[in-house]
Structure formats: C-alpha cells, structure tokens
C-alpha cells in the first residue's frame, strides 16, 4: 500500500487512503484556464497508485504531451468522520504537505470538452506527488499558510490559504457530507495560478517556509 511520511519526532510512515482533490478554489487561477467559478466546489479523485514520494524523479506519462504542474497545500486527514462541521474541521487534519496535481492538459481539455471524466488526465502514476507532512501541531494558523513552486529555480507559484474560495474547514465539511472522511486520506486543496508545462529535465522546488523544502526532477 502507498505510503508517506509524516515528520513527527520520529519520521512516521502513514498509509494513504483515497485521494481527493479540490478544483476551481483560486479566482486567479480560474481565469487563467477560461474556467468559471463554481457555487460548490469540483471535487475529483485520484486512484492511490498516483501517489509519487519524495526520493525518485517525476516520471511523466507517455499518453500526454502537455503535462503541467499544480502545486497544492494537501492535508492529511487523521481522525476521520462524517458530517464534519467546520468548527471541529481542523481537529480531523493531521498533517500539511504541499503536492503536485499533475494534469494532462491535453486529455483534460478534450474531456472538459465531451463533458467527460478526468480520470486518464489526472490518475496516472506520478499525478498525485506529493513532499513530506509536517504534524498538525507545527502550524500554528493554518489560516495563514504561504508556499510556493520553483520551476528550474524561479518563482512560478505562490499560494495563500486566505485567497482559497473554499477555506480548508468548508472543504472538510463539504467532503464530509458526501464522503466517509478516513484515517489516511489526503486531499488536494486547489492549485493558485501560474500553472505551466513540466518538461523532462526540469527541477521542481515545492516550498512551505520553515516547514518543507522539497525537489523533484523530471524525468
Ligand atoms: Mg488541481
């Protein structure tokens, strides 16, 4: 089973479980694909095999000439819950890493445009990368979280928890009333914009100041 790391006073391994992930929650971001807002969030998931750990280059996949990078705030849920109400929300996150949501720009244009599922341009092996988690108990306002995304050492994109349309308790909440939250899950909270294309040979640089630093090549 697909596993990552939560940096506890001892690195502790944890087992994923699903993998949500949270689309359309940045207006900047919105606006640079042409997309609208939406009055609840779009909500898709990724299969556990997307999920790529710090340590071995990003693979990119052969049915895609046009992958691009997302680079997200992921929480890990710990306890898990039903009907989660969005004052108790934070108490079910056990962790914060960033990730990359990768995307197949190419088969997701075309699917956006049959009106289809987005599983081929958003499941593939690598798309759900993802760094390290830093324990809930070392962010003191997550309300507040900044990060950013170097691409071959400049700045592509920063994100600020307080622009996200959906904050994380109205995510917990949301996914919640549909989903049986577990133990494991993680979930992507949105990418902010400056997405662009990954290309073999580039250096991915996932930042959280103080917290994660983390490089991925590409394969
Ligand atoms: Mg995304």
């Not at 049915?63 to 849920?77: I, M, N, Q, R």
């Not at 109400?85 to 720009?105: P, Q, S, V, W």
């Not at 830093?134 to 997550?142: F, K, L, M, Q």
């Amino acid at each position: 089973m697909p596993h990552i790391t939560l940096l506890a006073q001892q690195a502790k391994a944890v087992q994923v479980r699903n993998i949500f992930c949270i689309g359309r929650n940045y207006a900047a971001h919105i606006a640079e694909l042409g997309n609208r807002p939406e009055e609840d969030p779009v909500v898709f998931i990724k299969p556990t095999s997307a999920l790529h750990p710090p340590g071995t280059p990003i693979v990119l996949p052969a049915h895609s000439s046009d992958v691009h990078y997302e680079t997200e705030l992921v929480l890990l849920v710990g306890q898990g819950g039903k009907n989660i109400a969005e004052d108790k929300a934070l108490k079910h996150i056990a962790g914060y890493g960033l990730g990359l949501d990768l995307t197949a720009r190419d088969l997701q244009s075309k699917a956006k445009q049959g009106g289809l599922p987005w599983a081929v341009a958003k499941g593939f092996d690598c798309a759900a990368t993802v760094t390290q988690f830093v324990p809930a108990e070392h962010i003191e306002h997550p309300h507040n979280i900044e990060f950013q995304m170097h691409l071959n050492g400049q700045i592509r994109q920063h994100g600020d928890v307080r622009k996200m349309l959906f904050p994380i308790p109205f995510i917990v909440r949301y996914l919640s009333q549909v989903f049986t939250l577990q133990e494991g899950d993680l979930i992507f909270t949105g990418t902010p914009e400056g997405v662009g294309a990954l290309k073999t040979g580039d250096l991915a640089r996932l930042v959280l100041p103080g917290l994660i630093d983390t490089e991925f090549n590409v394969d």
